[in-house]
Each structure stands twice: as C-alpha cells, then as structure tokens.
C-alpha cells in the first residue's frame, strides 16, 4: 500500500505565508513526480505546482513567483511554500505523486493522492 499524507493547511491572512508537506509511504521502487493541485466547491481541480525527480520545476500562472514546490527524495517528501498569500488562495490542497510500483508480475507507474488539506485566507 502506498499513502501520501498532507500538513501544514490552516488559517492565515492575507499576505501571510504557510508550508504545506506532503509525505509517500509504503512499498515502492521510485518517486518520479510530485506535485500540488487545488480544489475549490463547485470548480474543478487545478494545477499549482509539480516537480520531477530532476527538479523540474512548473507552476500554475496564479503561483508564479509567490509559490516555492521542493522536495527531499531521501525523505520521500515534497514541499510546497507559499508566501503572498490571496483571499484567492483558500481551496483543499492535494498532493500528488507518480510512483513506480512492483505489484507481481509488473512494474509500473501507478498515480496517487492524498486526503487534501485546507488552506484559508482571510482578508
């Protein structure tokens, strides 16, 4: 079994900053990307960051230059900081992770998501 499983959501106003972390458990051969969606009611999923096992960076056009995606492959975990934060900015964040998997008889990539956490921003 495979989890990932997210921290750092909360209530913060705007301008202020918070860091998310998203963290891959259980059995697998490799983390290959990694990435930050959100959702708000009524809308669809949207992309907000993703990084690739070589730090191959994109960003939705809302984060550019105010959200920061890393990760630490030894700890199997990615991060997401986000500063400047915008009344615009509350949604559920997911984090996301195409992982290698040996499940007999075949190796593949299997994709996962975590429960999602929520971030709010007050004006």
């Known amino acids: 079994q495979v989890q990932l499983v997210e921290s750092g959501g909360g209530l913060v106003q705007a301008g202020g900053s918070l860091r998310l972390s998203c963290v891959a458990s259980g059995t697998m051969l490799s983390i290959n990307a990694m990435g930050w969606y959100r959702q708000v009611p009524g809308k669809q999923r949207e992309l907000v960051a993703t990084i690739t096992s070589d730090d191959s960076r994109t960003y939705g056009d809302d984060v550019k230059g105010r959200f920061t995606i890393s990760r630490d492959n030894a700890k199997k975990t990615t991060y997401l900081q986000m500063n400047s934060l915008k009344p615009e900015d509350t949604a559920v964040y997911y984090c996301?992770?195409?992982?290698?998997?040996?499940?007999?008889?075949?190796?593949?990539?299997?994709?996962?998501w975590g429960q999602g956490t929520q971030v709010t921003v007050s004006s």
């Open positions: 996301n992770a195409e992982i290698t998997r040996y499940i007999f008889p075949t190796i593949r990539q299997y994709d996962y």
